[in-house]
């Protein structure tokens, strides 16, 4: 039970997820400190992550995005919730915030014992000629959201939207702005979307958005917006592509709003990022700081990053609240779980991704592909699932995964990202004892097999040979000739997995042999049976289905 101790002052800036969690958190704590929530908007709560699907109407009441109100602040934790008000800046020295009334322009200096700062992010808005133009939005808000909901019903001959960015917000937006009927072209800079994927994990994704008839334009950077003469916006690129729109959406990412700690002399990070310890508290000790503001540890690498989710901002709301009423408190990090749902699929991520393990320059990793069904293959509906795994060679630490498909994705990537953060092995992986029956998984779940392949790879049981390293290995191909017929292998020589054994004289033993079939698994019996009989054999790791699915 917490001593109490005397009443203090605790001044929160910014609410939404990190600063309404610490609020609500630390009432519950101390039920005589003094909490005030000053908020620049009109919402204190509200779940930023559904405006997308508010734009297209899947979530069509604006209330439901409402989580908390003031009214509700008030009257069931006693917080004074002051909605319309900005904290302009910081007196350290003084502990007193400069408060101004949005509506009149009124200023005043309030004073604090303890101070927590959850100013959130804003969106990146590049100094290009004609940002401000009518028809061109962002979304972050909810009266972003209700603006574009607006310009749509006022703009209803429209059918033209350009979506400038493919993350989260940008694909969110690109799947509703389809579901309302609009022609919709999306503009990525990098060479992919989703960026923190590995490049051939979001190959299928640009494939399924091209299939739902989106334009998809990757390496190519927007230089300026301007009026035609139809009155439609034309989005003008770097390459002299011109493409018309009667609607822009700007989601370009977002960078930490980092003004006010900047005012009071805060650390900054590495990343651009408020300078936080493991209790969330900056430089000065009587200032926290949480959320998409706040760099924060890496627990995969060991790095700083910047990490704009829900989930770790709530988390640390309550950690800082718990500091703030005498607990010790520690916030273990991230690991940048994330998920996204488009045209009735999944993809989902947790951990490092490879193109970071190379930024890194780490070389102890090992990955493997595979391709389970989300349930057992004879109750209807089975649904494949490709997976990505990545994980040490040196003792099997799990270091990140990735997957893609229509169901179950969502479960194995949690059954992962729980494992990583407990720092555990693929060898725990396999062993996990998880829920079974057949209109859910398998006996040996798509997780499980995952952690069955990754332990054999180190075990030497089945080395792995990959498609993107050149080699001069023998390639021999296991499957049927019908499938073969329907996808060659250049150069590979057939012999199909249930004639290998009464063909062996035909393999040349002064060869390294590469083996591949659809997905790896016969493949795999196919390496057992060469190694015990004298080759030198390696598995080509999610065999034709991993070409495939890079090559879209």
Excluded at 194 to 216: I, N, S
Excluded at 253 to 261: E, F, H, Q, Y
Excluded at 456 to 465: C, I, Q
Aim: aromatic share 6%; with cysteine; glycine share 10%.
């Amino acid at each position: 039970m917490i001593e109490k101790g005397p009443e203090m002052k605790v001044m929160i800036v910014g609410g939404v997820a990190g600063g309404a969690s610490c609020a609500a958190r630390l009432r519950r704590l101390d039920e005589r400190a003094e909490i005030v929530m000053i908020e620049r908007g009109p919402y204190v709560s509200y779940a930023n992550c559904g405006l997308p699907y508010h734009v297209g109407g899947v979530i069509e009441d604006e209330a439901s995005l409402l989580i908390a109100n003031p009214q509700l602040f008030r009257d069931q934790f006693a917080i004074d919730v002051r909605t319309h008000t900005e904290a302009i800046s910081i007196e350290a020295k003084a502990k007193t915030v400069t408060l101004r009334d949005v509506t009149t322009g009124a200023e005043r200096a309030e004073a604090y014992d303890k101070l927590v700062l959850s100013p959130g992010a804003v969106s990146v808005r590049p100094p290009l000629p004609g940002l401000d133009l009518p028809g061109i939005f962002h979304v972050r808000t909810v009266p972003d959201a209700r603006a574009i909901r607006t310009w749509l019903a006022a703009n209803a001959k429209g059918k033209r939207a350009v979506v400038i960015g493919g993350g989260f917000i940008g694909l969110e937006m690109v799947e509703n702005l389809v579901h309302r009927g609009l022609d919709t072209t999306l503009i990525e800079m990098a060479d992919q979307i989703l960026v923190p994927l590995d490049v051939e994990q979001a190959r299928p994704v640009e494939a399924l958005l091209r299939q739902h008839g989106v334009t998809v334009v990757l390496g190519e950077g927007v230089t300026g917006f301007a009026t035609n003469p139809s009155g439609a916006i034309d989005v003008a690129t770097k390459s002299g592509t011109v493409y018309a729109a009667d609607i822009v959406i700007l989601a370009l990412g977002v960078r930490p709003d980092t003004a006010l700690a900047k005012s009071a002399g805060l650390a900054i990070g590495d990343r651009g990022g408020i300078k936080v310890d493991a209790h969330l508290r900056t430089s000065d000790p009587d200032i926290y700081a949480v959320g998409d503001a706040v760099e924060v540890r890496d627990i995969v690498t060991g790095t700083d990053t910047l990490l704009a989710l829900a989930g770790p901002a709530n988390r640390q709301g309550r950690i800082a609240a718990d500091n703030i009423a005498g607990r010790s408190a520690t916030f273990r990090g991230v690991q940048g779980s994330a998920i996204i749902g488009l045209f009735g699929t999944t993809v989902a991520w947790t951990g490092a991704s490879e193109k970071t393990l190379r930024r890194l320059g780490r070389d102890d990793y090992e990955k493997i592909y595979l391709y389970p069904n989300h349930h057992a293959r004879y109750y209807p509906g089975a649904k494949t699932i490709s997976m990505k795994l990545l994980f040490a060679k040196s003792d099997g630490r799990i270091l990140g995964a990735q997957a893609y498909g229509e169901d179950g994705v969502d479960r194995r990537i949690d059954v992962i990202a729980t494992l990583i953060q407990k720092g555990g092995t693929v060898y725990d992986l396999e062993e996990a004892e998880l829920c079974y029956a057949p209109q859910y998984g398998s006996a040996k779940d798509a997780a499980n097999f995952a952690g069955m392949i990754a332990a054999n790879v180190l075990r030497n049981d089945m080395p792995l040979a990959h498609w993107s390293v050149d080699h001069t290995s023998l390639l021999l191909d296991v499957r049927e000739p019908s499938e073969i017929a329907d996808y060659a292998v250049p150069g590979a020589l057939s012999i199909p997995l249930k004639q290998l054994r009464a063909r062996l004289s035909e393999i040349p033993r002064n060869r390294d042999i590469a083996v591949i079939c659809r997905s790896g698994q016969r493949a795999y019996l196919a390496t057992r049976i060469l190694l015990q009989n004298g080759f030198t054999a390696r598995t080509l790791s999610g065999g034709v289905l991993a070409v495939q699915q890079s090559a879209h």
